[in-house]
């Protein structure tokens, strides 16, 4: 059954036609992700599937009875708002059925033992619909989802507005998943996720019992989650089944079949007009109309046939990255490094060393010192004890991860010529290998996107002098073709690399040995990061969880078990509240019943079969009466 469907979208800004003819199906459960180049219309479309933008032309359509939930920028907050506030408001259809609640044990309070029985009906069905809702596992599914996003609980006090942009944008994508809309549209919800919330979130989106569409550069994340890719080209979509690997082979094998089918017909077209000039020239020096007839023939044949047309290829950054000279053997070597800020100990007696021609990816959670490690090599923070020692002839080249330029109202052509003292001809050359064209080169730095940022400072840091780099979360912002074409420069670099990155393909793709930040030191493990996750679960098989991760667990399931008894105390408090009351009225139902009764028999005279019985049936009253009254007072006094 399709949960979402669209027809024949179109939409312009201006004269720039972004959507045209954009049509596509999503089944119930189904996972899709939808790719393309930045700029594309990727944003756009999911606006409009939202409702937030309206298409020119077209319709688009969720399922009856679905709920969609769309995380286009951070919402506004009131100042006052924490981070546990805005986690809450993604319950906030629960907050009526909750003051109702709250109102029936108000006015039962009240009521004291004269409870209306339609009201604790009322009650009672309340009760079972918050239950079925999930309201008592609110805290619990916090907990949850907070914790595997990173989000910690100390974190939940803070004041919203007060957090940077990715901390905000992390509570954001947490407070959607809590949602649990049956359609979920999610626009990069990989950014600022380190890998292993990054992990966490493809297990929670491969078990989401709704259906998802997103948008990700990430192929190692888009592999592992998606059920189906859509292509969106050119203003238009083409649907792929299978991850990202599946549709990236079937692109490669569309692209070789149309390319041979295109080859085999410019042959044959080729073919085909050698023989109509031979047939001209053979029909003057016969002087035969025929040949004549013949050549005509043939060239409305041509003119018949359907052309194939020649395959595009994307043209990507062209980038030719080269180290300027040989470095020492030795390019870094850090011993007994220990660094702290304020109460946190990030290194203590650290030892690193990388030598010349090696491609290290530095990993380890978000706040483990990463940054801080290269800053220190790069000498603009000091170790509070221990030496770090840069190998003969180093020249480093460094690509932070918040890009910033000194002066951003440059137009990019001025920054090339003044920082590479080139004319500007060879500045705008420079530029158009990193897709910089025509009046581009004009823009602003300031007017820049975030992509369009990293290269251009891609474009100047691979025309600097270097023979090592150091890389801060490069492919950020990044799509996927500008990612291909930086990853295949790296490849040919013959310098020495360490980098900073949570995308698990490039890591893949570049590494040869991985340096994880783990309990204040770096511990290495040869190989890519596929090599270095097997190396990691094997270790965990044997010897279980490290220290700090057992004793983080066992606070954890300590914290559960403490809820899981409060939660399991307040149901059971609440269900005995219930029992309470139905308790008094069935009572007060049967003493009418029993009073009805001794009436009855009073009546009755002296028909003997029947006062017998009438005197079992009042006997029987009699029990059930003394048994629900033992009951009431067994909750009365617990």
């Not at 000279?325 to 030795?330: F, K, V």
């Amino acid at each position: 059954m399709l949960a979402l469907s669209v027809k024949d979208i179109k939409k312009s800004f201006g004269a720039v036609e972004v959507l045209r003819q954009v049509s596509f199906g999503i089944n119930q459960g189904e996972r899709i992700g939808l790719v393309g180049r930045n700029g594309s219309g990727k944003t756009t479309l999911f606006r409009i599937i939202a409702g937030l933008d309206k298409p020119d032309q077209g319709s688009f359509s969720v399922a009856k009875g679905l709920s969609l939930s769309y995380q286009e920028q951070i919402p506004f907050f009131p100042d006052e708002s924490t981070v546990h506030a805005v986690l809450r408001t993604a319950f906030h259809k629960l907050d009526p059925v909750r003051s109702s609640i709250r109102a029936m044990e108000q006015e039962m309070a009240r009521s004291g033992q004269d409870v209306d029985p339609q009201l604790l009906e009322r009650y009672g069905e309340l009760m079972h619909s918050f239950e079925q809702a999930g309201g008592y596992e609110i805290e619990q599914r916090l907990d949850r989802v907070g914790q595997g996003l990173g989000i910690s609980r100390s974190m939940h006090t803070q004041l919203f507005q007060r957090l940077s942009g990715g901390e905000k944008t992390k509570v954001c994508l947490a407070k959607i998943l809590l949602e649990n809309p049956d359609v979920l549209l999610l626009d990069e919800p990989t950014n600022h996720l380190d890998i292993q919330a990054l992990e966490w979130l493809e297990d929670f989106l491969s078990k989401y019992n709704g259906t998802v569409l997103l948008i990700s550069h990430d192929r190692y994340f888009l592999d592992r989650t998606v059920t189906g890719i859509i292509e969106l080209e050119d203003g238009q979509t083409t649907s792929y089944p299978g991850n990202y690997s599946a549709y990236n082979t079937a692109v490669e094998q569309a692209f070789m079949a149309q390319f041979e089918a295109y080859k085999d017909q410019q042959k044959k077209i080729k073919a085909m007009r050698q023989a109509i000039v031979r047939f001209r020239e053979w029909g003057r020096r016969s002087d035969d109309p025929r040949f004549f007839k013949k050549a005509f023939n043939m060239e409305k044949r041509i003119e018949r046939l359907e052309k194939i047309e020649r395959p595009r290829t994307q043209k990507g950054m062209e980038l030719e990255l080269t180290a300027s000279s040989r470095s020492g053997d030795r390019v870094i070597s850090i011993h007994n490094l220990d660094k702290t800020f304020g109460e946190i100990r990030l290194f203590e007696n650290t030892d690193l060393t990388i030598t010349y021609g090696e491609r290290v990816a530095l990993l380890g959670p978000n706040g483990s010192g990463k940054s801080t490690l290269f800053r220190t090599i790069l000498g603009e923070v000091k170790p509070d004890r221990g030496e770090v020692i840069l190998g003969s002839r180093v020249m480093i080249g460094y690509l932070e991860q918040e890009i910033a330029f000194d002066d951003p109202s440059k137009t990019l052509v001025e920054f090339i010529r003044e920082s590479l003292i080139v004319d500007e001809t060879k500045a705008r050359n420079i530029l158009a290998a990193f897709l910089f064209y025509r009046d581009d080169v004009y823009k602003t730095i300031r007017s820049l996107s975030g992509g369009e940022k990293v290269r251009l400072r891609l474009c100047l840091l691979l025309h600097q002098e270097n023979n090592l780099l150091l890389l801060d979360e490069p492919t950020n912002h990044l799509d996927i073709e500008a990612r291909e074409s930086f990853e295949e420069s790296l490849l040919n670099y013959e310098g020495s690399m360490l980098f900073i990155s949570h995308d698990r393909y490039f890591i893949n793709k570049l590494a040869g040995r991985i340096l994880e930040i783990d309990r204040k030191h770096c511990v290495s493990f040869p190989g890519n990061y596929d090599y270095y996750k097997s190396k990691k679960m094997s270790e965990y098989r044997k010897t279980g969880p490290d220290p700090a991760s057992r004793k983080k667990e066992e606070t954890a399931q300590k914290g559960r078990r403490d809820r899981h008894d409060q939660k399991s105390a307040s149901n059971q408090r609440k269900a005995d509240e219930r029992r309470l009351a139905r308790l008094e009225v069935e009572i007060e139902q049967l003493e009418h019943e029993k009073s009805a009764l001794e009436h009855a028999m009073i009546e009755q005279g002296f028909d003997h079969q029947k006062l017998a019985e009438m005197q079992q049936s009042l006997d029987e009253l009699h029990n059930k009466l003394d048994s629900l009254l033992a009951e009431w007072d067994t909750l009365v006094d617990s």
